[in-house]
């Protein structure tokens, strides 16, 4: 029977720096929960003002949670301790315990263990730290009114109703995690129940070694994760851990099916890329041809509006022709009707003028003879003196 592997194991570490007695977070067997008491000092009295029943061994008892039982409740319990360091080595191993715990009386161990001078020796623990293994056995279960122990048997734990067998766990999240359902917001029980007992699966899951767990698995848990946050849970430490897990469930497939399936994936995604910018350039045609037929159906309309404009255009050059030969004309008449009225005038200059080159010519040949005299003069004037 003792070779089955132990109901609970506790692990301490900074063990010498211990002082008070360590309650262990809570384990169920036989549809009970159960407790750990270390004494690292011996253990004492809290009736007597911490007067010390033993203080040269460890002490270790098991100690049944009545809270949770109906009167009259009743376990036969075989146990013992194994005392073991940081190497797995057992250093102590306690006697076999048959009992029977009750109402009267909830717990049961050892005040003298281990003798506390041999754990105080150099070297003898490892990293200080000491383990504790409960080996435990419930042979018979009665729960008073309610008769045999069923292990459906529900427990209410920080506001949530759950079962017997589930009493551990929803312990120990609530011991390392105490504001997990702080903000819950569902009120019912039912619900906050199936809520519970998803967290328990989702850790679960977790739990398994990451070859172990399916990518389908990793996908539903991301999506109770979701929910169980939308719920008010507070699961920043799983979602770390579901990560954690993720990836290296994703490198142990680096070079296996999972690339192959990624690929084809992506493969997908392109395709599907490629098809929707095919469609939207499909569609920019079709606009493109829509607005070419309405143009074409117009086409009668825009030429008639072009031979109107060439027409205006040679009508307003016509126009712009006849003004301008208009002018002309008018200069033309202005320049007759001038030359004509000063007809006279202009022949009485010119007259003036055969007048003026008259007297000139009579002028200069006039000076011609006055120079040709002086000479002659000059000259007869240079013989007399000579």
């Known amino acids: 029977m003792w070779n089955q592997k132990p109901g609970f194991r506790f692990e301490i570490d900074n063990f010498s720096e211990k002082k008070d007695a360590i309650v262990s977070y809570p384990f169920v067997s036989g549809g009970c929960e159960w407790f750990l008491y270390v004494y690292p ?10 007067e010390y029943l033993c203080d040269d061994h460890l002490s270790l008892f098991i100690h049944a949670n009545s809270s949770l039982l109906q009167p009259g409740w009743k376990r036969s319990v075989n146990f013992y301790f194994s005392v073991l360091n ?8 306690t006697p076999f315990v048959l009992t029977e715990l009750s109402g009267k009386r909830t717990s049961w161990g050892f005040r003298k263990t281990f003798p506390l001078t041999k754990i105080q020796e150099k070297g003898f623990l490892e990293e200080d730290r000491l383990i504790i293994e409960v080996y435990i056995n419930v042979s018979e279960a009665f729960d008073g009114e309610s008769g ?35 903000y819950v917001k569902p009120k019912n029980q039912v619900v906050r129940t199936e809520y519970m007992n998803v967290l328990l699966g989702l850790i679960n899951t977790l739990n398994k070694p990451s070859e172990n767990i399916s990518v389908n698995e990793l996908g ?38 999972r690339i192959q399936e990624v690929e084809e994936r ?18 920019k045609l079709d606009e ?27 009508m307003e050059s ?40 008259k007297m000139v010519s009579d002028l200069k040949n006039k000076l011609d003879k006055e120079e040709a005299k002086s000479s002659d003069d000059e000259f007869l004037l240079v013989n007399e003196v000579a």
Not at 228 to 240: P, R, V
Not at 266 to 283: A, F, G, I, V, Y
């Open 41 to 50: 000092k011996g253990e004492y009295s809290k009736k007597l003002k911490r």
């Open 86 to 93: 940081q190497s797995n080595k057992e250093l102590y191993r």
């Open 148 to 182: 045999d122990v069923s292990e459906k048997k529900e427990a209410y734990i920080n506001g949530f109703r759950v079962f017997a067998s589930q009493v551990t766990s929803v312990r120990k999240i609530f011991a390392e995690h105490p504001d997990i359902a702080t």
């Open 220 to 257: 539903t848990g991301l999506s109770e994760l979701s929910e169980l946050t939308q719920a008010g849970f507070n699961l920043d430490w799983l979602k770390i851990k579901l990560v954690r897990v993720s990836l290296e469930r994703i490198t142990l497939n680096v070079d296996g099916f």
């Open 266 to 283: 992506l493969n997908k995604l392109e395709k599907m890329e490629s098809n929707l910018k095919l469609d939207s350039l499909k569609r």
């Open 288 to 314: 493109v041809d829509s607005e070419r037929k309405k143009a074409k159906a117009n086409e009668p309309r825009v030429q008639k509006l072009e031979e109107r404009v060439k027409n205006i255009e040679l």
């Open 318 to 357: 016509g126009f712009m022709m006849d003004s301008l030969k208009s002018k002309l004309d008018d200069v033309s008449l202005e320049k007759k009707k001038s030359y004509y009225a000063d007809g006279s005038r202009v022949q009485e200059l010119e007259e003036s003028v055969k007048d003026l080159k």
